[in-house]
């Protein structure tokens, strides 16, 4: 689609959750077919009474403090690309003005008489869904029929964990020196559900790459919130525990992954104490603290989970 977009200067409209690469697509779309300049326009800035100002430029003593003619984002993307990102956020005042852009090319700066041209392809983004967004009367629906012309929709990274491997594989040789993965980090990685989409995942590849002095990459090295899923998980099905550490050598022995998979490792033999601490610790956070419950998944009489968390230092 993005090949078919680039041969000519269609609007397009760029649907998907945040984090799912908009503006990488948008690029994509105006790199393959490069003319002018590529501008991005975001459009929840638009607070204050300088919003206008940002988009259509000002002359020189238009308001107070407009010491000097300034060009707007309208004007800088004349012969190329705007890129609206966040197109819903965009106030029904400023609506308007853009619809006039789009179907007669021109514009006036803030402060002037002179009415100036912009002639550019238009790409727009938003994670919301602009057709209830007209129904409730919050989007102009002339502005949302002259974007609408051809519409891309991302779906969310857990709607396509196929292309997990190949993202982990890209920001590690992105951000990594000879780095690696656990088999256990990566079982992980593909289960999650990633609600920040390819910005959470390259976070977390930057975050694990940052804290950790070796290349070897563990379940344990991911953020927090992946880190509760993990223990959670584990908790749910205590087989995966086990699974993780089967054919285990007598020391970490690196794997190649076919295709843009990421390279791991096996994971290490834990001492029993350690995997018994996070054993209770895992069947603890998927109780949410209730004791008795977390006994019973472990196996154990409430008692004996009682000397074993003060003997772990893990309660009060």
């Not at 609506?95 to 100036?116: H, N």
């Not at 969310?156 to 656990?182: M, V």
């Not at 990421?262 to 996070?278: Q, T, Y």
Request: with cysteine; aromatic share 8%.
């Amino acid at each position: 689609m993005v090949d078919k977009l680039a041969s000519g200067r269609w609007p397009a409209l760029i649907l998907g959750e945040t984090g799912t690469g908009k503006e990488v697509v948008a690029r994509s779309i105006h790199a393959a077919n490069p003319s002018g300049n590529f501008v991005t326009i975001d459009c929840s800035a638009f607070v204050g009474p300088l919003m206008e100002s940002e988009l259509f430029g000002h002359r020189r003593g238009a308001f107070t403090g407009a010491d000097r003619d300034k060009v707007g984002l309208i004007e800088a993307a004349d012969g190329g690309t705007a890129f609206f990102d966040e197109i819903g956020e965009m106030p029904l005042d400023l609506q308007a003005k853009l619809l006039r852009v789009l179907q007669e090319k021109e514009f006036r700066p803030l402060g002037s008489t002179v009415t100036r041209r912009s002639d550019f392809r238009i790409i727009a983004a938003t994670n919301r869904d602009l057709a209830k967004e007209v129904e409730k009367g919050t989007f102009r629906q002339d502005l949302y029929y002259r974007l609408n012309v051809v519409t891309l929709r991302l779906p969310p990274l857990r709607e396509r964990r196929e292309d997990i491997p190949a993202l982990l594989q890209h920001f590690l040789k992105k951000y990594g020196s000879n780095h690696s993965f656990t088999q256990e980090a990566l079982e992980t990685a593909l289960a999650y559900d990633w609600p920040g989409n390819v910005r959470e995942l390259e976070n977390s590849i930057q975050h694990m790459v940052a804290i950790h002095t070796g290349p070897i990459l563990q379940a344990r090295d991911l953020p927090s919130p992946i880190q509760n899923f993990h223990y959670a998980r584990r908790a749910a099905e205590p087989g995966l525990a086990m699974a993780a550490t089967a054919g285990a050598g007598h020391g970490p022995v690196v794997h190649s992954m076919a295709g843009a998979q990421p390279a791991f490792v096996s994971s290490p033999v834990l001492p029993l104490v350690e995997m018994e601490r996070r054993a209770i610790f895992s069947a603890l956070d998927y109780t949410k603290g209730d004791r008795l419950m977390a006994a019973h998944l472990l196996g154990i009489g409430r008692t004996t989970l009682y000397r074993k968390l003060k003997e772990y230092q893990l309660g009060d």
